[in-house]
């Protein structure tokens, strides 16, 4: 599946409500993040540095942050943005809708439509 960068971490974003499922499509959802999250790693690894560099701290938990009312918010997307917007081909495991009927509710089934077929499931992990 070729996506930027930014897409697939979204995409990561979607699956992690769905990894507690004891089931199938928690198993594949699993697979996918850590599938996903590998071939990411040097792009949070910039992302990371770029927040350690333009973020504040958080006066409670001492945490680095930013954010959209951040003082070095555009700088900060200036920066990211071409490293988001790199596309890589990153080869999921794919499910069929028949398959997660009963198992996720319409929601999820909307959030999870990249990883699910009507064709053939494929298991590229």
Not at 2 to 12: D, G, P, S, V, Y
Not at 84 to 98: A, F, G, H, K, W
Request: glycine residues 4%.
């Amino acid at each position: 599946m070729k996506r930027t960068n930014l897409q697939f971490e979204m995409m990561i974003a979607a699956m992690r409500p769905i990894l507690p499922h004891r089931d199938k499509v928690g198993y594949i959802c699993a697979r996918n993040v850590r599938i996903i999250t590998n071939a990411l790693e040097d792009y949070f690894k910039f992302r990371d540095a770029l927040i350690n560099e333009l973020g504040e701290t958080d006066n409670e938990s001492n945490v680095k942050f930013i954010n959209p009312d951040s003082p070095n918010w555009e700088k900060f997307e200036e920066q990211m943005r071409p490293i988001s917007e790199v596309e890589q081909e990153i080869p999921i495991i794919t499910m069929l809708y028949s398959e997660v009927i009963g198992l996720l509710n319409g929601e999820e089934i909307l959030n999870l439509e990249f990883m699910l077929t009507d064709g053939e499931a494929t298991d590229n992990g």
